[in-house]
């Protein structure tokens, strides 16, 4: 399996797949960056009064993956209009944070989950990740070299790699990621049974 961005992130399913390669996985971890206290993602929110206007395109796309995120990993049917719980709120501009929630989330988070995948982790024959140095989000490098600790820490073994380059500069050129490093990487140890 293979993705890019939340696609990559969306590839690290340790009870399904055996060999992953993920470039530049995103939201592998709770983000504190764009989309945590720091950033505006969940004031701006606040401030969207309508489905409609959340999802004009790219001028709110933080917003739009913090509803994503949290539909994935906290949905509340009862909670229109985005019907989610999020940790962090405002009220008369004052910051709210719901620790039940914000724990929920890194529970249910790539790394908060490796804890309870160990041993199907152990069973990936080979794992992959890359990130670019110059990435348009914070959160990626950030993420991924947390994520890649942790492994090792574990004696989970795979590769992590950082690249020159940005989200998706170095993706489908003829020097790019997947040409040059994905393709090979599956040729090595994606394995079928004859």
Same mark, same amino acid.
């Given at each position: 399996?293979?993705?890019? /961005?939340?696609?990559?992130?969306?590839?690290?399913?340790?009870?399904?797949?055996?060999?992953?390669?993920?470039?530049?996985?995103?939201?592998?971890?709770?983000?504190?960056?764009?989309?945590?206290?720091?950033?505006?993602?969940?004031?701006?929110?606040?401030? #969207?009064? /309508?489905?409609?206007?959340?999802?004009?395109?790219?001028?709110?796309?933080?917003?739009?993956?913090?509803?994503?995120?949290?539909?994935?990993?906290?949905?509340?049917?009862?909670?229109?209009?985005?019907?989610?719980?999020?940790?962090?709120?405002?009220?008369?501009?004052?910051? #709210? #944070?719901?620790?039940?929630?914000?724990?929920?989330? *890194?529970?249910?988070?790539? #790394?908060?989950?490796?804890?309870?995948?160990?041993?199907?982790? *152990?069973?990936? *024959?080979?794992?992959?990740?890359?990130?670019?140095?110059?990435?348009?989000?914070?959160?990626?490098?950030?993420?991924?070299?947390?994520? /890649?600790?942790?492994?090792?820490?574990?004696?989970?073994?795979?590769?992590?790699?950082?690249?020159?380059?940005?989200? /998706?500069?170095?993706?489908?050129?003829?020097?790019?990621?997947?040409?040059?490093?994905?393709?090979?990487?599956?040729?090595?140890?994606? *394995?079928?049974?004859?």
């Amino acid at each position: 399996m293979a993705g890019h /961005s939340m696609g990559g992130q969306g590839a690290i399913t340790p009870e399904v797949f055996s060999t992953v390669y993920a470039l530049s996985p995103a939201t592998l971890g709770v983000i504190t960056e764009e989309f945590g206290i720091r950033g505006n993602a969940y004031r701006r929110i606040n401030e #969207i009064s /309508s489905r409609e206007q959340l999802i004009t395109g790219r001028d709110e796309f933080e917003p739009n993956a913090i509803v994503a995120m949290g539909r994935a990993y906290t949905p509340n049917l009862d909670k229109p209009p985005y019907y989610t719980n999020f940790p962090y709120e405002y009220e008369n501009d004052s910051l #709210i #944070i719901n620790y039940e929630v914000l724990n929920v989330r *890194k529970q249910k988070s790539v #790394i908060g989950m490796v804890d309870y995948h160990i041993e199907n982790l *152990k069973k990936i *024959k080979a794992l992959k990740l890359d990130w670019g140095r110059n990435e348009d989000t914070e959160h990626i490098p950030t993420t991924c070299l947390r994520f /890649s600790k942790k492994l090792e820490n574990l004696g989970i073994n795979h590769y992590a790699e950082e690249y020159i380059g940005d989200h /998706s500069n170095k993706l489908w050129t003829d020097d790019g990621r997947a040409l040059n490093d994905m393709f090979p990487f599956f040729n090595t140890y994606l *394995k079928f049974n004859e």
